[in-house]
């Protein structure tokens, strides 16, 4: 018999509203407001430096404020949903939709129903943090200074023939690579938790804690691949069309 786990119980926004008029809503709800509160961030910084005796030029302002929203906010929202998808994948492969040979599906192409709820100790809770910690001070490092993201793009410019090459090796750079290497890092650090889950010994409890840690750490590498990538893209454009 598969095994049955608790799992948490989300709510849609406006679950009544047919599509597409509920995603038409979302934006219109989203997008404006956040737009003048990214404009008025950016204005209140440029103050703050004056005030301060620091010059600081709009496009400055603008990366520095899209880095940090995009650490601070993108990276867990990326996180949630990504770990949602992967829970998702996992309770079909526990119910054999892929022994037939069935093709996984595109990512985030179904709808998903809530993970389940995963016992943490706290150990585990530290250490999580202490990884969220990690990887906004990195994403801070790299792409808060639009004078790092400058010398992020000479060098694709300086290793790439053309637009084309431009963009494959920036996303090898900012999206693969991180992912890749993440992905590496995690398997090689649960390679333990994974021949313990694929024993059948443990009892229904631990095999959840196991099972989410290696979820959750494989949709955080995700989640922060993603992330990198669009604080580069968000940099390029400023850089571009606004530098």
Not at 118 to 123: D, F, G, Q
């Amino acid at each position: 018999m598969p095994r049955t786990t608790p799992t948490r119980k989300g709510k849609r926004f406006l679950p009544d509203l047919a599509e597409p008029f509920r995603s038409i809503l979302l934006i219109l709800v989203i997008v404006p407001p956040g737009v003048i509160g990214i404009g008025a961030l950016c204005i209140g910084l440029l103050f703050a430096a004056e005030g301060m005796g620091r010059s600081l030029t709009f496009e400055e302002a603008f990366n520095g404020v899209l880095a940090v929203l995009m650490a601070l906010f993108f990276l867990p929202l990326c996180h949630a949903g990504t770990y949602r998808w992967f829970w998702h994948i996992e309770k079909k492969r526990q119910a054999g939709h892929f022994l037939s040979g069935a093709a996984m599906p595109d990512a985030f192409s179904e709808p998903t129903e809530p993970p389940p709820v995963v016992p943490i100790n706290l150990r585990q809770r530290a250490v999580y943090a202490l990884l969220y910690l990690a990887a906004i001070g990195l994403l801070l490092f790299v792409y808060l200074p639009l004078g790092h993201q400058a010398v992020l793009q000479g060098f694709i410019a300086r290793f790439s023939s053309g637009r084309a090459s431009a963009g494959s090796l920036a996303t090898l750079l900012t999206a693969w690579l991180p992912l890749l290497g993440g992905m590496a890092v995690v398997m090689l650090a649960l390679e333990g938790d994974m021949k313990k889950i694929r024993s059948g010994l443990l009892d229904p409890t631990e095999t959840l804690r196991l099972q989410g840690r290696v979820e959750w750490l494989g949709a955080f590498v995700t989640a922060f691949a993603m992330t990198s990538l669009l604080c580069f893209m968000f940099g390029a454009m400023i850089a571009r069309y606004l530098g």
